[in-house]
């Protein structure tokens, strides 16, 4: 007597579960687009964007994913170079200038209270309106998001904006302009670059070259749309964030680099996969 009724549940569950396990078409992924983990590779007294050539002539920098970027580093061996990124075709180059306490280097490695730091590259494209079509950063682009250079937070423009501290727990709410206290003893680093550009490379600094979207749009001088690209930095400072520095001076010249020695065909199938398709390829993607 009872068979009917449950074949009719039955049914029933089985159309439910279809209909919550099939993707909707046209609805967006959470976060289309994908980040690398690239741990620490060195630290030294150069920038081969700003002093080619010059090794020991620039502040501090910590370096992240190609293992040879140095003050001599060229386009071709980088590309043929190790990196520290999960994923292998990431031969990029990503750095920025030495978090510093009382003269002492406070290292974006290790842990705290048990907690483990990670360094973080986000490849996206939730700067621009929905459907924009995104290009792979061409080889050999070179740029850099802040100022080394800005005398007080206000000539640092994108502080507060793209440049900005906070915590690994993500407790701060905003984006505070300097670092700030932590209760995981675990601060953080974010650096955004603009990802608008004009079709001009330089093969040196192509920072005048790139520009940040407004309103979901580039402007009409920078049209072509790149991947927005986010460098964020963990470093195990304790639970106060007093004395911090950097290498370039105070905390309101925080700046950051990025070289593009990707595996470019590589590089061109994530962007295509993951951001034109939008889909959240996740960490550490193959390719």
């Not at 007093?242 to 065909?265: E, I, K, M, R, Y």
């Amino acid at each position: 007597m009872h068979r009917k009724p449950l074949l009719l549940l039955t049914l029933l569950a089985s159309m439910l579960g279809g209909l919550l396990l099939t993707p909707t078409p046209g609805v967006s992924a959470a976060s289309p687009g994908w980040l690398v983990r690239c741990p620490l590779s060195h630290t030294a007294p150069e920038d081969p964007i700003t002093m080619p050539g010059t090794p020991g002539g620039a502040h501090n920098h910590d370096f992240f994913g190609n293992t040879s970027t140095g003050a001599f580093s060229t386009q071709a061996g980088m590309s043929a170079s190790a990196t520290t990124c999960g994923t292998a075709a990431d031969s990029a180059a990503y750095w920025i200038p030495t978090l510093v306490r009382k003269g002492a280097t406070v290292r974006p490695a290790g842990s705290y209270a048990g907690r483990s730091t990670r360094q973080q590259i986000y490849y996206r494209d939730n700067a621009v309106s929905a459907g924009t079509p995104v290009e792979p950063f061409p080889a050999d682009l070179r740029m850099i998001a802040g100022s080394s250079r800005a005398g007080s937070a206000a000539e640092n423009p994108q502080l507060g904006r793209e440049l900005y501290w906070g915590c690994s727990d993500n407790s701060v709410s905003g984006k505070p302009t300097a670092p700030v206290d932590c209760a995981s003893g675990i601060v953080t680093l974010h650096v955004g670059f603009p990802s608008c550009w004009n079709g001009v490379l330089s093969h040196r600094d192509d920072t005048a070259n790139m520009a940040y979207p407004s309103g979901g749009r580039c402007p009409a001088a920078f049209p072509r749309v790149l991947p927005r690209l986010i460098e964020r930095f963990e470093y195990p400072v304790g639970t106060s964030s007093a004395g911090l520095t950097l290498s370039s001076g105070p905390t309101w010249t925080v700046h950051a680099d990025f070289w593009n020695t990707w595996q470019q065909p590589a590089l061109a199938g994530l962007v295509e996969r993951c951001l034109n398709r939008d889909t959240d390829c996740g960490t550490n993607p193959a390719t």
